[in-house]
């Protein structure tokens, strides 16, 4: 039971992974500050508001007071304030049966209401306001009562239960995360996976290596492939795995199983070395590189290409930079929770300002990159009760071990940005919207998106707020080809990592009205994984099927198995 909680907790967790984490990671603390102030200043401006926030608030308290007190007597009244569906921190029934300690939930519940309650009392703008719920979420996650051995009844009954074994769990648990982890609770057991060995092990070889990325071919498990092989573009924050994850949850695998050719890049992790490669030179010198190598062994006029978050960005600014010159060598791509318009960019919008960017810039400056461990932290905080105290209370007070998740060792195993890469790809992509407005340059060429003609399918998921799914359906219209978008469940990463299962589904619907509501009250819903949809939608574009071409070949002969090389480097 307990590992079924912990590999939930973990999966919750794994949504708030995003490659656009260095944005949060240059949030000056100053601008915090001047939020708060903000809130202040506008809560004294609107004091009948705010007054009614506080009369809110003292009511609902002794509300709450007769609730709990009333459980003394037998009684079972409902509470005054529940917690969110997704949290998970007072679910035990001890919170609710214990007089004091359904008191205590409820009081802390309503005082974090309280703090927001008077932030939309002060009537500041948007972008303030965001700022301001960030840093009041950040300290009432800090100071839950599910926190603390002695105010979280599920960690003093195990303490009972156990003979005071647990604490010391917790206490060796604790004091080895000091030591080795920063002082911040594991997420996952670091012993569990190994990549090559139980994560990123579809066979595979290295057919070819430059400077920023290796190309893997994947040896064929069908006795007939598709004629027109499958490129897969993958983020370069965060290692290319996430594709090819575990065994029965391998994007990679499953496509190769269904009889494609399929090929992944592999990016290197950038050092000071790399500090001045931009996006022109991931354009040139990945993907489109890719390609070629991948013409050259298996003889295709032309290739597929899945693109997943930064690397689907990259994919269609690829596509058009080749439409310019009428180069048809792609069939269609795959487009998987990948923003081209970023004018609704979901919680990152608020801290996409010039300000923002500008202190990222001089941080990276001085290294050349931007550090993986900057962005953890600060991404952990802005999800504490999922990333830190969740960890915090199973680890630390109740004793556990951190859970074996796939996902986590694979979020775990981070890689940097390159300074002058990212700094154009916040300023043009963040700040300018330059692709969907048809005003960015990479490699001297205009990159217009409504010249593109390939078929397109486009992947968003339900419950991403990295990559929100409205953001996403901006594709439909930016794009004039033939379209099929799909919306899946769950969130940024598990709704990608989503083989088949009895819980899985997606919403289709074939029509694309302007409107992204419109478009989902009139979808199906449909049982299944996404992965089963897009598996008709692109045998359907890779042509027919005969003998599986070789792996390598004398232009380009294997250079070692894969995983390779790149994906080890830390």
């Not at 795995?241 to 992790?269: C, K």
């Not at 990608?496 to 199906?524: C, F, G, M, R, Y």
Request: hydrophobic share 40%; with cysteine; charged share 20%.
């Amino acid at each position: 039971m307990e590992n079924t909680e912990a590999q939930h907790s973990a999966a919750q967790a794994a949504e708030a992974l995003a490659p656009e984490a260095g944005l949060i990671a240059a949030l000056d603390p100053v601008s915090f500050l001047e939020a708060l102030f903000q809130v202040g200043a506008g809560v004294s401006r609107n004091p009948v508001n705010s007054l009614t926030a506080f009369l809110r608030y003292s009511a609902a308290t002794m509300a709450a007071g007769y609730t709990s007190a009333a459980r003394w007597w037998g009684a079972t009244l409902p509470n005054v304030i529940e917690p969110a569906p997704s949290d998970k921190r007072f679910r035990d029934c001890a919170w609710q049966e214990n007089p004091w300690y359904s008191y205590l939930h409820q009081n802390y519940l309503l005082r974090s209401r309280l703090l927001q309650d008077l932030i939309d009392a002060s009537d500041i703008d948007e972008a303030t306001a965001a700022k301001a719920r960030m840093m009041a979420g950040m300290v009432t996650d800090a100071v839950s009562p599910a926190n603390f051995l002695f105010s979280n009844p599920v960690a003093l009954k195990k303490a009972f239960d156990t003979g005071g074994a647990s604490v010391a769990r917790g206490l060796r648990n604790f004091l080895d995360d000091v030591a080795h982890n920063g002082g911040l609770p594991r997420k996952v057991d670091p012993s569990a996976f190994k990549v090559g060995e139980n994560l990123a092990t579809t066979p595979g070889k290295v057919v070819f290596r430059n400077e920023l990325m290796e190309l893997i071919q994947y040896e064929a498990q069908t006795k007939k492939t598709f004629e027109i092989p499958l490129l897969c573009s993958p983020p370069w924050i965060n290692k290319y795995y996430i594709m090819d994850l575990a065994p029965g949850r391998s994007y990679i695998e499953w496509a190769v199983q269904h009889g494609h050719t399929v090929f992944s890049i592999s990016y290197r992790n950038p050092d000071e070395t790399m500090r001045a490669m931009t996006l022109d030179d991931y354009l040139l010198n990945g993907p489109i590189r890719a390609i070629e190598v991948m013409q050259s062994i298996t003889g295709a006029d032309q290739v597929n290409v899945v693109g997943l978050c930064l690397g689907g960005s990259l994919t269609a600014m690829m596509l058009a930079y080749l439409a310019t010159s009428g180069d048809d060598r792609v069939r269609s791509m795959s487009l998987l929770n990948t923003l081209l318009d970023f004018s609704e960019p979901g919680m990152l919008g608020s801290f996409t300002d010039p300000r923002t960017v500008a202190r990222l810039e001089s941080k990276m400056q001085s290294k050349g990159f931007l550090d993986s461990r900057d962005m953890a932290l600060t991404f952990d905080l802005l999800r504490a009760n999922d990333l830190i105290y969740n960890y915090v209370a199973s680890n630390w007070l109740m004793g556990q071990d951190p859970p074996a998740f796939d996902i986590l060792a694979w979020n775990s195993d981070s890689t940097r940005m390159p300074a002058a890469m990212h700094s154009f790809y916040l300023r043009s992509c963040y700040l300018k919207n330059e692709l969907a407005n048809g005003e960015m340059e990479l490699a001297g060429t205009r990159l217009r998106l409504d010249e593109l003609t390939q078929d397109a399918y486009i992947v968003a998921a339900v419950n991403d707020h990295i990559t929100p799914w409205k953001g996403s359906y901006k594709t439909t219209h930016l794009l004039k080809s033939d379209i099929r978008f799909v919306l899946s469940s769950s969130g940024h990463i598990a709704g990608i990592v989503n083989p088949p299962s009895p819980k899985a589904k997606h919403w289709t619907n074939e029509q694309l009205p302007p409107d992204p509501e419109t478009w989902l009250q009139t979808a199906t819903e449909q049982q299944g994984s996404w992965w089963e949809d897009w598996t008709t939608w692109i045998a359907e574009r890779a042509g027919s099927k005969g003998k599986p071409p070789p792996v390598g070949g004398k232009a380009f002969p294997v250079l070692g198995n894969s995983p390779g090389r790149y994906v080890l480097e830390h």
